[in-house]
């Protein structure tokens, strides 16, 4: 099994820019970023995020998103070539 796991939830997130770095991140609704350098963007919508995560660690990747349903997120990882189950490598046969 790898390392990060897909991990998948549905809600309303929001865009934070970072005014110094111009980095986008995502966050959930009533959350915001810490640090004066964030300023809100926009409401990216409700709908189901997904992302890689290392349980038992703080480690994870950025949530993407939204998508209409879970198996939308879930396709997200086949394309990106990860099982959207177990976060392994899909070998090309």
Do not use: K
């Amino acid at each position: 099994m790898a390392f990060m796991e897909p991990e998948y939830a549905h809600g309303e997130m929001h865009r934070y820019t970072n005014t110094e770095t111009h980095e986008d991140v995502l966050v959930w609704r009533g959350d915001e970023p810490d640090g004066d350098e964030w300023s809100y963007d926009r409401q990216e919508g409700i709908g189901w995020y997904t992302r890689l995560s290392a349980s038992g660690y703080m480690d994870c990747t950025d949530w993407e998103g939204p998508f209409e349903t879970e198996e939308e997120a879930r396709g997200h990882w086949e394309d990106e070539g990860i099982d959207p189950d177990t976060g392994d490598d899909i070998e090309e046969d």
